[in-house]
């Protein structure tokens, strides 16, 4: 099962949108409604922030949302804030035997 | 609410086993699937295997030849064995609940580990 795919990073002004992209195949982005995204800040353990493509757990801003076409699921942070600066993973179901994270994405504030 | 509290050594030696436990505060082992991930310097997030209440287990194919991942749920913990370590294995290692719903959450603390002679 090879990782789903990810921009190394994207960047954005205070207030701008950005957003992520997480490519996958038929066998998992594609095949499941089960892509989830997760936060990382350096030297910390990550954090959900969406689940089943587009649904936010408890406490997690309405900034943050999850959209999917086809392969690939995309998660989009608008009115970016400083805090949001981090790493981003996405994961997809892929089958019962196995789990698969995307590469990682870094996203600088400007 | 949840929460995973993990511990084991953090220096190896190349061609020893690494060792990792990760408690369940809060919540009941029986249900849900438990799961490593490791995440190297710098690098992103890789996973390792898993292990149900019941102790079936699924494992990276990557290192299905040296891992076992098992539960004690007298003491409502799972744990991690890596044999033959070396450098490569140098990472921080994380153990999270897999959810129902499809998501890993919460996850442990992170452990980090060395192998180095």
């Known amino acids: 099962q090879s990782a789903l795919t990810q921009p190394r990073s994207v960047s954005g002004s205070p207030g701008q949108s950005v957003t992520i992209s997480c490519t996958g195949t038929?066998?998992?982005?594609?095949?499941?409604?089960?892509v989830s995204w997760y936060q990382q800040y350096p030297g910390k353990a990550p954090k959900l922030m969406i689940y089943?493509?587009?649904k936010r757990p408890s406490g997690v801003p309405d900034r943050f949302s999850g959209s999917k076409s086809g392969n690939t699921a995309s998660l989009t942070i608008s009115g970016l804030q400083a805090d949001d600066e981090a790493d981003y993973y996405c994961?997809?179901?892929?089958?019962?035997?196995?789990?698969?994270f995307g590469t990682g994405t870094e996203v600088t504030v400007l | 609410q949840v929460h995973l509290q993990q511990w084991g050594a953090g220096l190896l030696k190349p061609s020893e086993t690494l060792s990792l436990t990760c408690a369940v505060y809060g919540g009941s082992l029986s249900g849900f699937s438990w799961n490593w991930i490791r995440q190297p310097p710098g690098k992103g997030l890789q996973w390792i295997g898993e292990v149900t209440h019941r102790g079936s287990t699924i494992y990276n194919p990557a290192l299905r030849s040296r891992v076992t991942i098992s539960t004690d749920t007298s003491k409502n913990q799972f744990s991690l064995r890596l044999t033959s370590v070396t450098a490569a294995d140098t990472a921080v290692y994380y153990c999270?609940?897999?959810?129902?719903?499809?998501?890993?959450?919460?996850w442990g603390q992170g452990i980090p580990v060395t192998v180095s002679s």
């Open positions: 038929s066998s998992d982005v594609g095949g499941y409604d089960y």
């Open positions: 089943d493509v587009n």
């Open positions: 994961s997809s179901y892929a089958g019962p035997y196995t789990r698969v």
């Open positions: 999270a609940k897999f959810d129902l719903r499809i998501y890993f959450a919460p």
